[in-house]
C-alpha cells in the first residue's frame, strides 16, 4: 500500500531559527494538509493546500508558516522564525479524489 | 465545525468485540462522520467513514444512529494491536475536506 513519508523523523532547532519539515505525498494524491499534534494534546489542523495555491489556513498557521510544492512532487511546510510553542509533532497528509486521508508517520520537531 | 462527545477511555479485552461510540447532537445534513485512529508515536490512520448508512470494511464497522445524533465504531474482535486513540470527527462536506479533532477516547486492550 502506498505511504506518506516525512523527513526528518526528528529536528532540534534553536529559537529563532528556519525549518524546512518535507513530505513525500502518495502519488496522484492532489490535495494536502499539515496538522500538529503538541505533546499530550489533540491534533490540530494547520493548513490545506490544493493546486498550487492555500484552500484554508487555521488560526495557528500565522505569517511564520508556508507551505509549498516547490518541485511538484515533495510538500513543505517552513517555519520562518521559531518560537518554543512551536514544538510539537508536525503530520503532512495528502488525499485523492475521495474522503480519506493519508498521514505520513511525522516530524518532532524541538525547538530550544 | 459541529462537535463529537466521546468518552476519554475504554478497556476491552482482547479478541472480544469493541463498541466506541460517539455523540454528535448538532450534526448537520451535509456531515460525514469520520473515524481515525492513532497508535502510540505514530501518525492517524483512517478507520472508516460514513454519511447516514452503517458501513463496514476490513478494520472495523460503523453504526450510525437513525437521527444520525450518534454512532458507534465496532471493533469486531480486538487485538492488541488496536490499543490507540480513536478520533470520531465531523467534516463538513462544503469544506475544504480539513478535519478538526477532538480528544478521542483511549482504548486500552487487555491481554
Known amino acids: 500500500e502506498p505511504e506518506v513519508t516525512q523527513t526528518p523523523s526528528h529536528q532540534v532547532t534553536q529559537m529563532g531559527q528556519e525549518v524546512i519539515l518535507r513530505c513525500v505525498p502518495i502519488?496522484?494524491?492532489?490535495?494536502f494538509y499539515w496538522y500538529r499534534q503538541i505533546l499530550g494534546q489533540k491534533v490540530e489542523f494547520l493548513v490545506s493546500?490544493?493546486?498550487?495555491?492555500?484552500?484554508?489556513k487555521s488560526e495557528i498557521f500565522d505569517d511564520q508558516f508556508s507551505v509549498e510544492r516547490p518541485d511538484g512532487s515533495n510538500f513543505t511546510l517552513k517555519i520562518r522564525s521559531t518560537k518554543l510553542e512551536d514544538s510539537a509533532m508536525y503530520f503532512c497528509a495528502n488525499r485523492g479524489d475521495g474522503e480519506t486521508q493519508y498521514f505520513g508517520p511525522g516530524t518532532r520537531l524541538l525547538v530550544l | 465545525d459541529a462537535k463529537t462527545t466521546q468518552p476519554n477511555s475504554m478497556e476491552s479485552n482482547e479478541e472480544e468485540p469493541v463498541h466506541l461510540p460517539c455523540n454528535h447532537s448538532t450534526i448537520s445534513g451535509t456531515d460525514y462522520i469520520h473515524w481515525y485512529r492513532q497508535l502510540p508515536s505514530q501518525g492517524p490512520e483512517y478507520v472508516i467513514h460514513g454519511l447516514t448508512s452503517n458501513v463496514n470494511n476490513r478494520m472495523a464497522s460503523l453504526a450510525i444512529a437513525e437521527d444520525r445524533k450518534s454512532s458507534t465504531l465496532i471493533l469486531h474482535r480486538a487485538t492488541l494491536r488496536d490499543a490507540a486513540v480513536y478520533y470520531c470527527i465531523l467534516r463538513d462536506r462544503g469544506s475544504n475536506y480539513q478535519l478538526i479533532w477532538g480528544a478521542g477516547t483511549k482504548l486500552i486492550i487487555k491481554p
Open positions: 502519488s496522484n494524491h492532489l490535495y
Open positions: 493546500f490544493y493546486n498550487n495555491e492555500i484552500s484554508e
